[in-house]
């Protein structure tokens, strides 16, 4: 059965203070990773899709990397605005649908 | 551009009641189309696919259906509403290519009471 667990499940951070959300997967073969971004009330926005190990995307202070076992979402220097619950997904390879984790809420302190 | 639609954004419903959230994307053909929930506390739950018209799959046995009349158009549906169908509902399309990415609606928060 594919997983998905993010960790950790809340994380609080001073403006500026840099840190790392972590997407930990299993699945039979991926066909590809994705991150979102989602304010209450809202849906989730698309951030990032990843395809192979090694991989590395970036937008603005974010930054995602990807393992053959998990991803990482690198936040530099965040700003309150940054605060928000972030999803981590996966496609396994021959299906057209995403399996989700339960995501991490951040909240970046001014 | 691409764009998704979904409403109503807020719904009080009495259990025992009927549902029908409807949802439509504007500016593509033929798109895969999908209904996740998201209970507090939890991630998101795929309910029902659908790759073209008349075609659903189910993820979940539950109180809920869902049916594609339209290209565009997905409906989520219930007869009878039970308080476990409480939740945010999202609509979402996926794009084709080797670029693919899934773009989500604004939801819709059901109470049911």
């Known amino acids: 059965e594919d997983q998905v667990t993010q960790s950790p499940e809340a994380l609080r951070l001073q403006e500026g203070e840099s840190s790392s959300l972590n997407c930990s997967y299993t699945?039979?073969?991926?066909?590809?990773l994705f991150w979102y971004r989602q304010d209450p009330g809202k849906g989730p926005e698309f951030l990032f899709t990843?395809?192979?190990a090694g991989e590395e995307k970036e937008k603005e202070r974010l930054k995602a990397t990807l393992t053959k076992k998990e991803s990482f979402l690198h936040i530099t220097a965040p700003k309150p605005e940054d605060s928000a619950t972030y999803l981590c997904?996966?496609?396994?390879?021959?299906?057209?649908?995403?399996?989700f984790g339960k995501g991490t809420m951040l909240l970046v302190s001014p | 551009s691409q764009t998704i639609h979904q409403w109503p954004a807020t719904l009080v419903q009495p259990v025992g009641s009927p549902l029908s959230l409807e949802c439509t994307v504007e500016?593509?053909?033929?798109?895969?189309l999908y209904w996740y929930r998201q209970a507090a506390g939890r991630g998101l739950q795929l309910l029902f696919y659908?790759?073209?018209?008349?075609?659903i799959s189910s993820e979940v046995p539950q109180n809920l259906s869902a049916s594609r009349p339209q290209d565009r158009q997905f409906i989520l549906s219930s007869k009878k509403l039970l308080l476990s169908d409480s939740g945010f509902y999202l609509c979402?399309?996926?794009?084709?290519?080797?670029?693919?990415?899934?773009?989500f609606g604004s939801g819709t928060q059901l109470s049911v009471l």
């Open positions: 979402a399309w996926r794009t084709s290519g080797a670029d693919e990415k899934l773009f």
């Open positions: 699945v039979s073969g991926l066909r590809g």
């Open positions: 990843l395809y192979s």
């Open positions: 997904a996966v496609q396994p390879s021959g299906y057209s649908t995403l399996t």
């Open positions: 500016g593509t053909s033929n798109p895969n």
């Open positions: 659908s790759v073209g018209i008349g075609q």
